[in-house]
């Protein structure tokens, strides 16, 4: 028996990942047309470069990164650009858009595995291949990879942490791909550990997903950098800080970075695009997602183009045994409800789930009754009973005082809350009020 490591607090939301985590992944059929958004990342938004009746090709840059923090954006099928204009986005609102009518013939700038490779003696040109390539953590956060894998002078990285935990109920995509794509995502650990200099990689997996841990296992059997560990099933097990503190009992700074104790971490699928473009000279322009909830008739895992539109992906399964309650991309603790099938997969799409109405009712909430379970189960040891209470009264300096700007947004409080508050609800609002009025000062 090997120990499940694990972290302080949390919950247990049922998983519901039994429909579709021996599901295979599909390559969804190409879509006729595409619509990618220039702003799919944390930081600058992309600006195009290409104008309306251009011919593109597969993998063809069609936007500029703008600043460090920013990456470019990639025609994931080949076609005529037909606009650029504003389009529902599955952040919220609409947002500027590159629309592609495809051609049909999936030709590619430079053949995947044919293109150039990246020298991996050579650290800055990997940075700067993965950067052009447009990769971002794809495990939701869409972070910049290029950004997280360069350290300032003077923090070095002892530890590099590859995260596998895909602890968000229903979502499988990360399972899948650990199991059927285990060399791609070991060979992109590796090229990570070269790339910091460190000699100390950890793969973390839940324990529910045992043959992942089992093709992890033995695929790393001769790696000495790597090894492999099980995670007590447990949300939020795969957030950053509770994954750090699980494996290294390393505690991550009110305000700081994982780099500030030593730590970088990336997700698998992040791993194997950083693969696919060191290696195989291949941008950022499809991932797996998974396509699932309880009234979805034949839940899949599928591999699907950048900009391909829900309402595709839904109509992949053969739809729903209902009209949908509730429609959201990601996971039910994290993830955001969507007002449209009409948005577009963006990198940071990881499932795209559908609820039935009884289960998307949002109860009414009821006086607290100070039962403390959000205090016992938060995992930044936050007090959300007290930080709900001033955000209610609109005492936002308060609030910070208290520390809402560490809420990580887990939705914890909310799932445990007997009163059904909708604490999270609250403290994004706050957070969001309290970083405005910083931003205009
Ligand atoms: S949403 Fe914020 S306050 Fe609530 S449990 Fe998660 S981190 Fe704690
Ligand atoms: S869990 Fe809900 S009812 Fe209990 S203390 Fe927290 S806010 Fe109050």
């Not at 990246?118 to 495990?139: F, H, Y």
């Amino acid at each position: 028996m090997f120990a499940k490591k694990t972290f302080p607090g949390g919950s247990h939301p049922p998983t519901n990942k039994r429909r579709t985590q021996a599901s295979m992944i599909q390559d969804m059929p190409l879509p006729q047309r595409v619509v990618i958004p220039l702003h799919q990342h944390t930081g600058a938004p992309a600006q195009p470069i290409v104008a309306v009746g251009d011919e593109v090709k597969a993998g063809q840059k069609i936007g500029e990164a703008q600043g460090y923090v920013s990456v470019p954006v990639h025609a994931s099928i080949s076609g005529k650009v037909t606009a650029i204009e504003p389009h529902l986005h599955p952040l919220g609102g609409q947002l500027p858009a590159v629309i592609i009518e495809g051609d049909g013939r999936d030709t590619w700038l430079e053949q995947p595995g044919e293109a150039r490779q990246t020298s991996q003696s050579d650290s800055k040109a990997m940075v700067e291949a993965i950067r052009e390539a447009g990769i971002v953590g794809l495990g939701g956060a869409a972070f910049p990879t290029h950004v997280k894998l360069s350290p300032p002078e003077g923090k070095s990285i002892d530890t590099f942490i590859l995260n596998g935990a895909e602890c968000e109920p229903y979502l499988t995509a990360d399972h899948r791909l650990m199991v059927e794509n285990t060399e791609e995502i070991v060979a992109g650990a590796k090229i990570i550990l070269n790339i910091l200099n460190c000699h100390r990689g950890i793969i973390g997996i839940e324990a529910n997903k045992p043959d992942a841990l089992a093709a992890m296992r033995e695929r790393t059997r001769q790696e000495k950098e790597l090894e492999v560990v099980a995670l007590q099933v447990k949300y939020p097990q795969g957030a950053e800080k509770q994954l750090i503190w699980a494996i290294t009992k390393r505690e991550v700074p009110s305000g700081g970075l994982p780099m500030d104790i030593g730590c970088v971490v990336q997700n698998v699928g992040t791993a194997k695009a950083i693969f696919d473009a060191v290696v195989s000279g291949k941008p950022l322009v499809e991932r797996v997602v998974s396509v699932t909830g309880p009234i979805v008739k034949e839940p899949k895992n599928l591999r699907v183009r950048i900009g391909t539109l829900f309402e595709e992906l839904i109509q992949q399964t053969a739809g729903t045994v209902e009209n949908p309650g509730k429609l959201i991309m990601g996971g039910p603790m994290m993830g955001l409800a969507q007002v449209s099938s009409q948005v577009p997969v963006i990198k940071g799409t990881s499932g795209v789930l559908l609820i039935p109405t009884d289960q998307a009712v949002i109860p009414e909430p009821q006086t607290c009754i100070s039962c403390a379970r959000c205090v016992d189960t938060c995992p930044m040891k936050l007090v959300p009973t007290e930080l709900g209470k001033l955000v209610q009264h609109s005492l936002f300096k308060e609030a910070e005082k208290l520390g809402v700007l560490d809420c990580m947004e887990c939705g914890t409080c909310s799932y445990i809350c007997p009163s059904k508050i909708n604490l999270v609800h609250l403290f994004k609002f706050a957070k969001a009020k309290i970083l405005s009025e910083k931003r205009k000062k």
